[in-house]
Each structure stands twice: as C-alpha cells, then as structure tokens.
C-alpha cells in the first residue's frame, strides 16, 4: 500500500467517528500491505481521554501481533500529527513509518520525534519515519464539518483551528 493509500483509509475511519459524533481522527496499521488494525477516536462514547485513534489502533495490532518477531515492518497512518503519547507508543511498538495528513501544532509529537536521540542501550526505541501533509484538505475539511456540527466547546474550537490553518 502506499502512503496515500493508507491516508485514504485513515480518513474512511475518521467518517466513521463522525457519523458516530466523534472527533474525525482515524487511523490504520499496515503490515505487509495489510491493514491489520483500525480504529477511530473514542472519547464521546467511552468517556475516557486515553483513546486516541493512534493509540487504540497500535493496541490492536499489538494484541494481533504479540511479543513474538513480525513478519515485517509496521506503518501507522493517521489523519492528525499524532500527540506526545502516541508518538511515544509508535516508538514503543517499533513502528518503522507514521504518515499523518494535518500537523498539530498545539500537540504534535513530529517535531520532538525528530530531535530523538538514539541511545545505544535502546537500539529499537526510535522514532519512526514521518511523512506529513498527506491529503490535508481532506482532513481540514473533516475538521471544518465536525467544529459546525454541534454546539461551541473546547474540542469544537481546537477543531476549528485547525481547519482553519
């Protein structure tokens, strides 16, 4: 799959968390042109803060996976930058690409993942190729569509801001 075959179906799981009144953040795991986990943010349903799209994702392709070795490197695509946390996670489970298609700015974990520095002991604990910036517009335009579609609060405004960048 390429990376923007992998965009398009985290923006499918974004449309999804949208129909069910969720912010329109989804995301893929790939391996070996296969999607083996998806999931989309969870927050209004579970009423719980750890459920991003990313996180929830790489927990199921872990649980699909177990300890044992892969048959080949794991790619994450998801429709935001992925937060501090998720990107910590992606590095945790040794994912080898991340592609997102809107930065965020206010959260974004890209910028401190490309100042990692390698440390010896951790060969492993690195963090993964970023590639950014795919089918922005898309996500921007999903932002737009969830930020006016209900009642001003926080998570409305920040969506707002970055459909609006």
């Known amino acids: 799959m390429t990376p923007d075959d992998l965009m398009l179906a985290a923006l499918d799981v974004a449309e999804e968390g949208l129909a069910h009144g969720e912010m329109p953040i989804g995301a893929v795991v790939e391996l070996n042109g296969k999607i083996i986990a998806r999931a989309y943010t969870r927050d209004v349903g579970l009423g719980r803060r750890l459920v991003h799209a990313d996180l929830l994702a790489m927990t199921e392709a872990d649980k699909a996976l177990g300890w044992g070795p892969r048959p080949g490197p794991l790619r994450l695509a998801v429709n935001l ?9 992606a590095m945790a489970l040794v994912v080898a690409d991340v592609c997102y298609g809107l930065e965020s700015p206010a959260d974004g974990g890209a910028r401190i993942a490309a100042d990692w520095p390698a440390d010896p002991t951790l060969p492993w604990y690195r963090p ?5 910036g795919l089918r922005r517009a898309e996500t921007r335009d999903q932002f737009r569509r969830y930020a006016d ?15 609006a960048q």
């Open 149 to 163: 579609a209900g009642p001003d609060n926080s998570f409305r405004r920040w969506a707002r801001n970055l459909a």
């Open 128 to 132: 993964p190729n970023l590639l950014g």
């Open 81 to 89: 930058e992925p937060c501090l946390m998720c990107m910590g996670a």
